[in-house]
């Protein structure tokens, strides 16, 4: 059997292997920013919806007007369950990360806090625990 020289071979390799090293172009580099499509991800627009309806629900919760709720802070959040930081005794919940928010409000002097995330809208978690 013939041996080829190793010098005839490297060359050889480095050629097939695309042997040029530039760098990526800015288009190879690119990150998708968009946002995910994924089932668990709330689209960009529900965040406004989201903090709307907890407004209102605990505006007929309280029994106050809507303008008396007063909307301390919004979070983006990634739940580490389906129980969205709100997990009760006893109850199973999806084991998957869930995009969402935390809902900061005031009324009365008190603070209360929403979650949501996934489909679910968001709920009043009396005792939050994430």
Do not use: K, N
């Not at 097939?16 to 946002?35: H, K, M, R």
């Amino acid at each position: 059997m013939r041996r080829f020289p190793l010098l005839l071979v490297v060359p050889l390799l480095v050629a097939a292997c695309g042997g040029t090293t530039q760098p990526p172009s800015a288009e190879e580099t690119a990150v998708d920013t968009s946002p995910s499509s994924s089932p668990s991800s709330p689209p960009p627009s529900s965040a406004p919806t989201d903090v709307v309806r907890a407004v209102e629900d605990l505006s007929a919760t309280l029994g106050v007007a809507t303008d008396e709720v007063e909307v301390v802070s919004t979070e983006e959040v990634t739940w580490r369950d389906g129980s969205r930081g709100c997990a009760q005794p006893g109850m199973s919940y999806t084991q998957a990360l869930v995009d969402g928010l935390r809902i900061t409000l005031r009324a009365g002097g008190q603070t209360y806090e929403y979650h949501s995330g996934g489909s679910q809208p968001p709920s009043l978690c009396e005792e939050p625990t994430e």
